[in-house]
């Protein structure tokens, strides 16, 4: 045998070496092209509430939070939402929003998003109150601000709420995914 010819036809070592760091190397750019769709600097300015076995309409929700003058976007804010399930309940058994099941928590990215997936909120059981889901913010020396947002239509809504700010449209995507945007000015600190 010709161990010449076999030398020529056969790739050296070293451009095995460059074909596989050249492989991992694009791995790595999409993994991080990936993870920047959900972190930033900050930490995850996305979240997702539920599981895709809960009962109830998809729905998601996404906002900016803004420094005090409405208009500069407010980084690094703690976003944490909770809120009831498709049927009403904070949690089955005990009825407590001390004790939420669907909860989460975002910290605002470099331009002050947050958004998070997760089923439109039922009416208390009984009635009486609009849907609504719970935000408490916090961080970056701005004192704890408890806020909420509801939805138009809501047959509970009274005629002063309407025209509340918290209270906003709803889209419907085709894939049948509810859509609401919620932007909040955090208080003085
Ligand atoms: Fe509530």
Redesign the pocket.
């Given at each position: 045998m010709n161990t010449k010819i076999l030398k020529r036809k056969c790739c050296p070592p070293m451009i095995y070496a460059v074909i596989l760091f050249g492989l991992l190397s694009s791995s790595l750019l999409t993994l991080q092209a990936f993870s920047k769709t959900v972190r930033s600097k900050y930490g995850s300015w996305k979240t997702v509430l539920t599981s895709k076995d809960e009962p109830g309409e998809p729905l998601i929700v996404s906002g900016t939070v803004y420094a005090p003058d409405g208009k500069t976007p407010a980084a690094g804010i703690t976003v944490y939402v909770y809120?009831?399930d498709a049927a009403g309940y904070?949690r089955k058994g005990t009825n407590s929003?001390d004790n939420p099941r669907i909860k989460g928590t975002m910290i605002t990215n470099g331009e002050g998003r947050y958004e998070f997936r997760t089923i439109k909120p039922g009416n208390?059981p009984g009635g009486g109150?609009p849907a609504?889901v719970?935000y408490v913010l916090s961080g970056k020396g701005y004192p704890k601000q408890n806020d909420?947002v509801m939805f138009e239509g809501d047959p509970y809504l009274t005629p002063r709420e309407r025209s509340e700010i918290s209270v906003r449209p709803l889209t419907r995507d085709n894939d049948g995914v509810w859509h609401c945007v919620y932007d909040i000015k955090l208080k003085e600190k």
């Amino acid at each position: 045998m010709n161990t010449k010819i076999l030398k020529r036809k056969c790739c050296p070592p070293m451009i095995y070496a460059v074909i596989l760091f050249g492989l991992l190397s694009s791995s790595l750019l999409t993994l991080q092209a990936f993870s920047k769709t959900v972190r930033s600097k900050y930490g995850s300015w996305k979240t997702v509430l539920t599981s895709k076995d809960e009962p109830g309409e998809p729905l998601i929700v996404s906002g900016t939070v803004y420094a005090p003058d409405g208009k500069t976007p407010a980084a690094g804010i703690t976003v944490y939402v909770y809120h009831t399930d498709a049927a009403g309940y904070y949690r089955k058994g005990t009825n407590s929003s001390d004790n939420p099941r669907i909860k989460g928590t975002m910290i605002t990215n470099g331009e002050g998003r947050y958004e998070f997936r997760t089923i439109k909120p039922g009416n208390y059981p009984g009635g009486g109150v609009p849907a609504h889901v719970h935000y408490v913010l916090s961080g970056k020396g701005y004192p704890k601000q408890n806020d909420e947002v509801m939805f138009e239509g809501d047959p509970y809504l009274t005629p002063r709420e309407r025209s509340e700010i918290s209270v906003r449209p709803l889209t419907r995507d085709n894939d049948g995914v509810w859509h609401c945007v919620y932007d909040i000015k955090l208080k003085e600190k």
